[in-house]
């Protein structure tokens, strides 16, 4: 049975990759991914304000050390036993080179068109075999419109990708008017890959300390559905490859993306929920499920339910939306029978 996808450029043992997460921080850890058959593994992010805001601090203890107070600039650290984030990202990127035999790509999180090119150029020359682009941006300036916001995102991919030679694949929110379009123009900036979706995270408020609280709560399989949809939307319709990510916690979840389209499926909570012995859970469940179908290979299962065997995809869309209402029997029943109202 060959479980082989190609990603990247680059053709993988199979299509699980689990994504940026605490666990590239630990080199064991990511020593037992591979051993559990991880095909490639995303490094956690390297964040575009965490660079800025060193640099300017670096900056104001360097010129503090130059006003002569010789007693007190001696607590301060000096040149060469300082390590920047950059440098310890670095030098962690270097060190699962060197302990894996699978691909380690890098990932750069940041929101702005300025700073990325020299970074995502050190991360090349460290040896990433690709690079993630994570442009998480909420945009919170209500005369900024949706066109100047694609317009953002497009200047920071054509940036990096002039800047590198390595696979890029960029991280996409799902709010967007028309992702399918915006997809299609990040092809055209010389990108290699999508990953569908990122999530947005929503602070919430503690009634007791009036105070905004930051929880990150875990995915669940409900948040693979919008990828599954995605994913079967822009399948064959670009030459990306195409990567699956949140809410993918079991074997289920894996095929159905892989039916849909995904060349591969990334993993992050149930890693962490469960440790890196998952992915042999998985894997023996996607193995098991197409014997029993009998699939020989990933790429013969691959993309089977997209919309490039629906004619009209977009009535498709319609009649589906109106069949889902119709499948609402469950909540009408209860209301029959507790307000008593009937069609």
């Known amino acids: 049975m060959n ?86 990202y670095l030098e962690q990127l270097a060190a699962l080179k060197k302990a894996l035999d699978i691909p380690v790509v890098a990932s750069l999180n940041g929101t702005t068109p300025e700073g990325w090119t020299g970074h995502a150029r050190d991360l090349e020359e460290a040896g990433a075999d690709a690079l993630e682009l994570n442009i998480y941006y909420v945009p919170t300036n209500m005369s900024e419109s949706g066109q100047m916001v694609e317009d953002r995102y497009i200047e920071i991919i054509e940036r990096v990708r002039q800047s590198t030679s390595i696979p890029l694949t960029v991280k996409l929110s799902q709010q967007f008017s028309s992702p399918g379009h915006f997809i299609k123009q990040i092809e055209g900036t010389g990108a290699d890959g999508v990953g569908l979706f ?55 979840d894996v095929i159905k993306l892989l039916l849909a389209g995904a060349d ?42 997209s919309q490039m065997n629906v004619t009209d995809p977009a009535a498709y869309e319609r009649m589906n939306y109106m069949e889902t209402l119709k499948s609402f029997g469950i909540c009408e029943e209860a209301g029959n029978r507790i307000f008593g109202f009937r069609r």
């Open 3 to 88: 479980l082989t996808t190609p990603w990247l450029g680059m053709t993988l043992k199979n299509p699980f990759v689990p994504s940026a997460s605490p666990l590239s921080r630990d080199v064991d850890a990511c020593r037992r991914l591979e051993d559990a058959g991880a095909s490639a593994i995303i490094m956690y992010s390297l964040f575009e304000e965490e660079i800025a805001a060193e640099e300017e601090q670096l900056q104001h203890l360097w010129e503090f050390q130059d006003i002569g107070h010789t007693e007190t600039s001696s607590y301060l650290p000096t040149h060469h036993d300082y390590k920047t984030c950059e440098e310890a």
């Open 198 to 252: 990122n999530r947005f995270f929503h602070p919430d408020l503690d009634l007791e300390k009036l105070e905004i609280t930051s929880v990150l709560t875990p995915s669940c399989p409900h948040d693979a559905l919008l990828r599954l949809h995605w994913v079967a939307l822009i399948r064959n319709r670009v030459k990306l490859s195409i990567g699956a990510t949140g809410g993918i916690h079991d074997a289920t």
């Open 264 to 305: 591969v499926t990334h993993l992050c909570t149930t890693l962490l929920l469960h440790g890196p012995e998952r992915i042999q859970e998985i894997e023996h469940g996607l193995a098991e499920w197409m014997e029993r179908n009998e699939y020989e290979s990933v790429a013969q299962m691959k993309g089977c339910v």
